[in-house]
């Protein structure tokens, strides 16, 4: 079994695992459907940008996308002000909704090509460059805002994307499948996903490969981006407002969910059905967690412990401790003396 299929079904294998440890807390409440529900309308935002991180890191070299959490806040915000000014909730709900959609889809799209950029053609460490980006979003969500929360309002289409269903599946969720699917076709079906992973893999290939690299980086910093304002979209739409520090411990979230996924830190593998499942997975815990009446900071404390734990295991494996072992019982290794 390669590793691929083995990450899948490790992940499978951990969320019945989840789902028959919670039924057996709750007393089966945990498996009815108001319960799950609810719980996979809180998986697409934090999903969402966990498949940004997830194709940064596929980058290489050090690849990753910090900015993602205060992206979204930021097309949230931006996009409600903007479009207040022009369009009122109350009086044209459909209108709003369309032009604040429309507005935080471009606003995500923008911020991701400027990391894009700053990563590709200054040479800026992503992880230092994004880090930049994310103190510089925030601050301008703070002052487009004032530091405080923008109203949004319930108009129908945005409610109906926060709270609907279609086919007992929450609509959120539908629409974070749907950018999940098309984000893996767009991997495994285009020029775009090879070189991607090329570039991930094996640099110095990729150099010589002659593929637009500098392209590359920045399509891949504007998918993040994009999908960084549709959870903006999404948190709005679940909120009813939008404010400058929503889910300040996003980013820890997905960097781990982006971990148990078995996408490389270092690059050049990442599975879009793995992220999912580690997303769901995560909140599978969450609700675990809360099940239990522990407190949100026990919480930050078990992600912070668990990904610690997935770091190493995947970079430490314990073959690697036994290398004197495997040579010595290696029958065809030659003799140091040579032939007699």
């Known amino acids: 079994m390669g590793k691929s299929a083995g990450q899948l079904v490790m992940l499978i294998v951990i969320n019945g695992l989840l789902l028959v440890l919670g039924a057996l807390i709750s007393g089966g409440s945990f498996l009815s459907s108001y ?3 609810s719980m996979a309308s809180q998986v697409p935002e934090i999903g969402l940008l966990a498949i940004g991180v997830m194709l940064a890191m596929c980058a290489g070299q ?3 996308d910090l900015s993602g959490i ?5 097309s949230g915000v931006v996009s409600a002000v903007i479009m207040s000014t022009f369009v009122s909730a109350s009086t044209d709900p459909s209108a709003f909704s369309i032009a604040f959609i429309a507005g935080a889809v471009l606003i995500g799209l923008l911020g991701g090509i400027i990391n894009g950029a700053l990563i590709a053609y200054l040479k800026i460490t992503p ?3 994004t880090l930049g980006t ?3 979003f925030m601050g301008l969500a703070v ?3 004032g530091g405080k929360a923008v109203t949004v309002g319930s108009p129908a289409l945005l409610s109906s994307i926060g709270n609907d269903m279609v086919l007992q599946v929450p609509i959120a969720f539908v629409i974070f499948a749907f950018a999940a699917a098309l984000v893996a076709a767009l991997l495994r079906f285009t020029p775009y996903g090879l070189w991607l992973m090329l570039m991930g893999t094996n640099p110095k290939a990729a150099l010589y490969a002659g593929f637009p690299k500098n392209g590359v980086l920045v ?3 504007a998918i993040s981006g994009l999908l960084s304002g549709v959870a903006g979209i999404i948190i709005a739409a679940r909120n009813v407002n939008v404010k400058f520090d929503y889910g300040s411990s996003y980013l820890l979230i997905a960097i781990l969910i982006a971990v148990m996924a078995g996408v490389k830190p270092e690059g050049g593998y990442g599975r879009v059905l793995s992220v999912v499942l580690s997303a769901i997975a995560l909140q599978l815990m969450s609700s675990l967690l809360n099940f239990g009446g522990l407190s949100n900071f026990v919480r930050d404390f078990a992600w912070g412990l668990l990904l610690l734990t997935f770091l190493a295991v995947g970079r430490y494996r314990i073959a690697g401790f036994l290398p004197s072992i495997k040579r010595q019982t290696n029958p065809s290794a030659p003799s140091p003396q040579g032939p007699k």
């Open 143 to 145: 002052v487009v805002s």
């Open 35 to 37: 319960n799950l529900q």
């Open 219 to 221: 399509a891949t910093y």
């Open 70 to 74: 205060a992206l979204a806040n930021l």
């Open 62 to 64: 050090g690849g990753i």
């Open 134 to 136: 994310q103190m510089a």
């Open 127 to 129: 992880i230092l460059c």
